[in-house]
């Protein structure tokens, strides 16, 4: 039978005053062998029981905690702080200060783009309307077929705010609108140019 550490600290001193049947004394001797834990919490307690049980206890005399503690005290250090102590306070506050400021810089500053693909649109105008999701990161045009309701709520924004809150564009469906953007200044340009 296997036996966890809590069922041999429950049985602990049935076992000790041998009152548990024998296939559990079994188990719990088998189990003591290979586990260091029960093995200190049986010899403490076995320990405990033997000094308690010891007729050589005596009681000590009146007074003797009162003498004990007052003794204890004079060899304590006294209450006043050191200068090394202060010094240590000091040094504990300069850290927790720039600690805090760093912190602040940190959570101040814009999320940082983490691939080549999360970096933010160039040549996107800032006044695009797009559409982000509420869990993605992505903002997308109209009609994009990469943005889905699953992501949460859709909601639509330009592309100057949706870069700020730390949206990046949808490769796929900006580089779309980029190209087609691209053709027609083209098509304009030698337009102008044959006229």
């Known amino acids: ?5 809590e069922q041999v600290w ?5 076992y000790l005053e041998n009152e548990v049947d024998p296939s559990l004394r079994a188990s719990i001797e088998e189990h003591v062998r290979g586990c260091k834990r029960c093995t200190a919490v049986l010899d ?4 405990i ?3 308690y049980g010891d007729d050589r206890l005596f009681q000590v005399p009146m007074g003797y905690g009162w003498r004990l503690r007052r003794r204890l005290a004079d060899y304590m250090p006294g209450r006043r702080g050191t200068a090394y102590g202060w010094l240590i306070a000091v040094a504990a506050l300069g850290l ?3 600690t805090l400021g760093l912190a602040r810089s940190a959570a101040s500053a814009p999320p940082t783009a983490r691939s080549e693909h999360a970096q933010p649109g160039k040549g996107i105008p800032s006044g695009l309307t797009v559409l982000v999701a509420g869990h993605g990161k992505l903002f997308h045009i109209a009609g994009c077929t990469f943005i889905h309701e699953k ?3 859709v909601r639509s924004m330009t592309a100057g705010e949706a870069i700020k809150e730390g949206y990046t564009p ?3 469906c900006l580089g779309e609108y980029l190209s087609r953007l691209a053709n027609l200044l083209r098509k304009q340009a030698w337009a102008v140019l044959l006229l």
């Not at 039978?1 to 550490?5: E, K, N, W």
């Not at 403490?44 to 320990?47: A, F, I, L, W, Y």
């Open 1 to 5: 039978m296997v036996i966890s550490c």
């Open 10 to 14: 429950q049985e602990i001193s049935n």
């Open 44 to 47: 403490g307690t076995r320990n």
């Open 49 to 51: 029981i033997q000094l």
């Open 96 to 98: 927790f200060t720039a």
């Open 151 to 153: 992501d949460g709520p």
């Open 170 to 172: 949808c490769t796929r």
